[in-house]
């Protein structure tokens, strides 16, 4: 992750990451409108930013025979359906897929309003955390 140069509308924040499949996201400001379709990066997120920037996390995370963070998510309406037309009607300015996500829809979703980045299953924890470092709220 390295910063890049995006003018006066980045307002101080333009970050390039480069995902675990070779694609390069440049967020160019603050992400306010996330959905993520990773177990991982679902609990990373809501980690990190406010609840309020997560249009939506996995199924998963509401399963606590699954996830760290079945209780957070069951006190809140974030879980996000993987169906490519109901990410697009969220319009989310931040996408987190991982490998195992369908390759068709991962492209679609690819789209310079919805930088989309994915992660590779299983990636050491601290490389995860390091490219999320930069969401942070």
Sequence with gaps: MHRVDGGPAAAGLALSVTDDTGNTVVVRARPMRIVSLTLPTDEILLSLVDRSRLLGVTTFS????????????????L?????????ISLAPDLLFAADWNDAAAVRQLRMPASPCTSWRTGSPL????GRSKGLRS
């Design 62 to 77: 509401a399963d606590p025979a699954l996830s760290n963070i079945a209780d957070k998510v069951a006190r809140c309406s």
């Design 79 to 87: 879980q996000a359906d993987a169906n490519t037309e109901t990410i």
């Design 126 to 129: 601290r490389q995860s955390r």
